[in-house]
Nanobody, 126 residues
C-alpha cells in the first residue's frame, strides 16, 4: 500500500498561488489514480483533481478548471497541485489520495480511494 505525505499549504491572499506536493512511497504507482480532495469545516470532502498515472489523463472539478493543474513527476515520486487565482472559497484542508484500481469515472468519489495523506491546510483571505 502506498504512503502519502502532503506539503505546501499555507495562507495566501485572493488571487495568489500555491503549489501542493504529495510525496508517495511504498509501491509502484504506474497504474494508480492519484487524486486531490479538499474539505472545509462542516462540509463534505470534495474531489478537486485527479491524474491517471499510466496515461497522464487529468480530471478536474468544475469549480477549479482553468485555475488548478495536477501533474506528476516520476523522478521525484511526487504529485503536484498547482493552484492559481485562488479564491476565499478555496480555503480548506487539502488531501492527497491514491488507489491502484479505481475507475477514472469515479475519480471524485472519496470513499473509493484506498490510501490517504494527513492533509495540508490552505487558507485564502479576501
Amino acid at each position: 500500500q502506498v504512503q502519502l505525505v502532503e506539503s505546501g499549504g499555507g495562507s495566501v491572499q485572493a488571487g495568489g498561488s500555491l503549489r501542493l506536493s504529495c510525496a508517495y512511497s511504498g509501491d509502484t504507482i504506474s497504474s494508480y489514480l492519484m487524486g486531490w480532495f479538499r474539505q472545509a469545516p462542516g462540509e463534505e470532502r470534495e474531489g478537486v483533481a485527479a491524474i491517471f498515472i499510466r496515461s497522464g489523463s487529468t480530471y478536474y472539478a468544475d469549480s477549479v478548471k482553468g485555475r488548478f493543474t495536477i501533474s506528476h513527476d516520476s523522478a521525484k515520486n511526487t504529485v503536484y497541485l498547482q493552484m492559481n487565482s485562488l479564491k476565499p472559497e478555496d480555503t480548506a484542508m487539502y488531501y492527497c489520495a491514491a488507489d491502484p484500481s479505481l475507475w477514472v469515472g469515479e475519480w471524485s468519489r472519496s470513499s473509493k480511494y484506498r490510501s490517504w495523506g494527513q492533509g495540508t491546510q490552505v487558507t485564502v483571505s479576501s
